[in-house]
């Protein structure tokens, strides 16, 4: 070996060591071993920022940025909770789950995609006292399956993209077509679908909320309830309509007209225009106002049409005005632009109408505030305030339309070769600015700054090893070893090696060490280049097996109470079946000659 390659596998040592042990953080890890590529002189300073000028990242940027406005787009939400409504069992909600929220993965950047649908996973498993545990990893693990299924999926099926525009192996390819990774994507998504309908229940630890310890220490509320005209709840018991058991919240009694129905049994009638009152903490209470459209605070009155609210916890103060008025009389909607949902008083049982209470010194009030709530309540001596639980915020429909209306033309100009996919989502990004349905001083948020230092800094490091010979070395050893077995058998090495990085150092880094080396591959064999750029941006992609390995895992790492442990055992069969769908998929699909 030369010295430059010798450099640049050190370099690459120190990836995979610091980025699994995570020493110095992704970002600065990409950082040094691209200086020392640098400092040595493998590298022109050129090569090391060219990455930064590649189409596929500002691609990412702008799907990032879109994704971020669809998450505060209602128009999801909306679809959702219909969809869900009347959905009671564990197979069927998970049948449901799998397959629409992989049919949007495949167009929508998972990571916002599974921001929105975890409060809603989350509290449908409440309602029916099943752990989050149970159904979080099939969420995440639905996100990646859809994202496997289109170029813009997810970021490494783009990141290996911009690989491809950026290697000159080979000339006349340039780029993967938007649907290039349909075939097998669908399969998988089929497959891996039924395979978490059947198996989800038998391979997840059945563990307890995160939450409830903690919202069993916390205050409890009493709140009243509306059933609304028209709700899902009208003409039903207790128990048929599920709200006898609700972690977090008690049904104490119920109003209808002048009568209290207490205690609440089992078989009591529920019907429209009844007052529901409940015990319960701050979160569920915000649950249920964000979430339940057919059950709302009877007190919310025009903040429910609001499209941006706040929920706020504020006490009464010892010399306040409100003091022995009734929730009624204080006029808190006029004087504060607020309403009062729920009423708590410590060590005290609080009855009857919300409406009807009469206000104490220390009473805890929890509040939908409007947007002039804080200028109107700066120099009040009435409350003080406690916390700020919540913001809500609502899309109108119109505007939802035109996102996701404007992002499936984008895509659609980009698959007819119409338009390139960066300039007619640039033009949507563009109108979504003009017409205020986005607002740049937020859009900021959105951007993932490490992602991109690691995307633009990793298509260096591939530079790097084609041009030092290391990615043709490698793929020599691979021809020797797999070669006498077949083009099944080294497709099945490329997929594992690449999973198994992905599954330790990210999915990212592992596309940029390994398709420098696919590429080699296909230049020595003489064959189509296109299904090796393809095996790996699946392998890499399909990280089921560990959190750490894909952004999605880690988010329902913490909130589902996962281990390692649970992601191996659900994701090591997935990960397999992946491997043969995109193994066998991909040379029936190119026509490649098995032997």
Sequence with gaps: MSLNQIIVTLVILFLIVSLYKNLFGPGFTFIIGISILGIFRILTPEEMLKGFANEQLAVIILLLLIGEVIRKSTLIDNLFDRFFRRTFSYKKFIFKLIFPVSALSAFINNTPLVAIMMPYVHNWGKRNNIAPSKLLIPLSYAAILGGTASLIGTSTNLVVNGMVADQSLFPAFKSLDIFDFTPVGVVMILLGGLYLVFFSDKLLPDKGDVMDNIEEKSREYIVEMKVAKGSQYHNKTIEGARLRNLKGLFLVEIIREDRTL??????????EEDLLIFAGNTETIADMVENNKTLQPSQLGMFAKRNKTELVEVVVSPNSGLIGKTVKESNFRGRFDAAIIAVHRNGEKIRGKIGDVKLSAGDLLLL?????????????????????????????????????????????????????????????MVLLLLTKVASPRELYKAINYNLILIIALSLALGTAMIKTGIAAGVSNVFIELLKPYGIVTLFIGIFLITNLLAAIITNIASVAIIFPIAMSLAAQLGTNPKPFALLVAFAGAASFITPIGYQTNLMVYGPGGYNFKDFFRIGLPMTLLFMLVAVLGLVLQFGLKIN
């Design 368 to 428: 939908i505030a409007g947007k002039d709530f804080e200028k109107r309540t700066q120099d009040s001596k009435d409350f003080y305030m406690l916390n700020n639980i919540r913001s809500i915020e609502k899309m109108p429909v119109r505007q939802s339309l035109l996102i996701v209306g404007g992002l499936l033309v984008s895509i659609v100009l980009s698959s007819l070769h119409w338009v390139p996919l960066f300039n007619s989502l640039l033009v949507f």
């Design 262 to 271: 207490s205690p609440v049994t089992p078989q009591t009638m529920i019907f």
